[in-house]
């Protein structure tokens, strides 16, 4: 699992966006309840930011250098779908 989260170098900042109650959110809050331990341990100085707000579609940013922003919809994606998605967000630089 270690290296699945090895963040690409140019990766500056990792935001969350989900709802805190709502069904369609619960796989984006499992996932980070199994996941962000790991993420943070191997990523240390990386920013991973979880935001919650009430009725919002999950979804993830990555923010890279100069700028650049990446944004995927996790609505609808099952615990793996959303750990794959991630995975393949943080490893590819913009």
């Known amino acids: 699992m270690a290296s699945k989260y090895a963040f690409a170098q140019g990766l500056k900042e990792l935001r969350f966006l989900f709802c805190q109650t709502s069904e369609h959110s619960a796989p984006v809050r499992n996932f980070l309840t199994r996941s962000y331990p790991t993420m943070k341990k191997h990523n240390p ?12 579609e999950p979804r993830v940013y990555a ?8 944004m995927l919809p996790l609505t609808g994606l099952d615990d793996k779908a959303i750990e794959s998605k991630v995975t393949e967000l943080v490893k590819n630089a913009v």
């Open 45 to 56: 100085h990386t920013p991973i930011m979880i935001r919650e707000a009430s009725g919002v």
């Open 63 to 70: 923010r890279f250098e100069f700028g650049k922003e990446k």
